[in-house]
């Protein structure tokens, strides 16, 4: 009876150990299939630009299969509320900007949180805006565009309703007290150029996007709204300098870049992508990518990326209740 107890007890450990080494073989390992790196405005813009160079970094980095798909609209709410519904997306990350917090206090119907229905991966790296005007425009400074805004009409450009550059445009607006229209066009690839075509005549555009335009001769620099001048332009004033006396001394903002994904995303691909991307934005190639688009990096990640959005939900609430704007 004790051997055959025994000989029971010996098969049912061969069947467990054989079932859990069947379980781990047949388990899927992350990724295994190709990472869909979502955009959400068209190419040739800071989100894109971003976006690509982490996609390259990261293919190299890991060996992983990944693509960048661009689906502008709205601001940026498609892409976020296709993200926030769909299913399968165990493999689909999306390059998020303020513009994810602030297209949803545009359009408020919209049927998505953009908090709660997300899981924060990383916050990559964070650029100022900057004023922006046609070379070929008259003005040289700020003081200079605020009297001719408030002596004749005036437009702006953004790539996209809700995205900083927008609010950036209406924030400005506010605290001038001047009449400028807003044209939104599609992404930043878009928007430049009809800038320095002078059919719109300012932007305050990521540096990012701005600073090959601006070194080349092709826009003016009227100013950076970061806390300090930017070392990227040394000699272009922040908007609290230059806008003493205009209302504008407390005007700072900033853009940031950032991976986030559908709520459902694996807890345990997130860290994998969370470490990936630590290396990454600690190497030469990205510090080289910064230093070319007067970015500096970001370190939140996980719940101190989350704490950092409703943050900024929070600073940008009042700039959109003013702004009075919603479709």
């Given amino acids: 009876m004790q051997k055959l107890a025994s000989a029971l007890f010996k098969g ?14 047949n388990a899927e390992v ?9 955009v959400p405005y068209s190419a040739g813009g800071s989100t894109d630009i971003t976006a690509r160079k982490i996609a390259d970094l990261l293919k190299k980095e890991s060996g992983y299969s990944i693509v960048v798909e661009n689906r502008p609209g709205a601001g940026s709410t498609r892409a976020a509320g296709q993200l926030s519904r769909g299913r399968n997306t165990g493999h689909t990350v999306l390059m998020a900007s303020p513009g994810h917090i602030l297209g949803p206090t545009v359009y408020p119907r919209l049927k998505y949180d953009p908090i709660e229905d997300f899981k ?7 650029t100022p805006n900057v004023m922006v005007i046609p070379a070929s425009a008259p003005h040289q400074n700020v003081k200079e565009f605020v009297s001719a805004a408030k002596s004749q009409e005036m437009t702006f450009s953004s790539p996209g309703l809700g995205s900083s550059i927008h609010m950036s ?6 605290l001038t007290d001047t009449q400028l229209t807003h044209v939104p066009f599609r992404g930043s690839s878009e928007a430049i150029p009809a800038l320095i075509s002078g059919d719109v005549d300012v932007s305050f555009e990521n540096l ?24 990227f332009l040394p000699d272009v004033p922040t908007m609290s300098e230059t806008g003493v ?5 407390n005007f700072v903002i900033s853009s940031w870049f950032g991976l986030i994904a559908n709520k459902s995303f694996d807890e345990g691909a997130s860290k994998t992508l969370q470490s990936l991307l630590d290396e ?3 190497s030469q190639s990205f510090t080289d990518f910064l230093a070319q688009r007067g970015a500096i990096a970001a370190t939140e990640s996980g719940d101190d990326f989350k704490a950092f959005i409703i943050d900024e939900t929070i600073k940008w609430s009042s700039v959109t ?4 704007i919603n479709y």
């Fill in 280 to 282: 990454i934005v600690a």
């Fill in 245 to 249: 006396g205009l209302g504008l001394e």
């Fill in 30 to 38: 992350w990724p295994s299939k190709t990472i869909k790196l979502i």
């Fill in 321 to 324: 209740k003013q702004a009075d």
């Fill in 208 to 231: 990012t996007a701005a600073l090959p335009y601006i070194q080349s001769g092709r826009l003016r620099a009227l100013a950076v709204t970061s806390k300090i001048r930017s070392p």
């Fill in 120 to 126: 924060f991966i990383r916050r990559i790296m964070a």
């Fill in 12 to 25: 049912l450990i061969v069947s467990g150990l054989t079932t859990l080494i069947c379980a781990t073989a």
């Fill in 169 to 174: 445009g209406e924030f400005f607006k506010n």
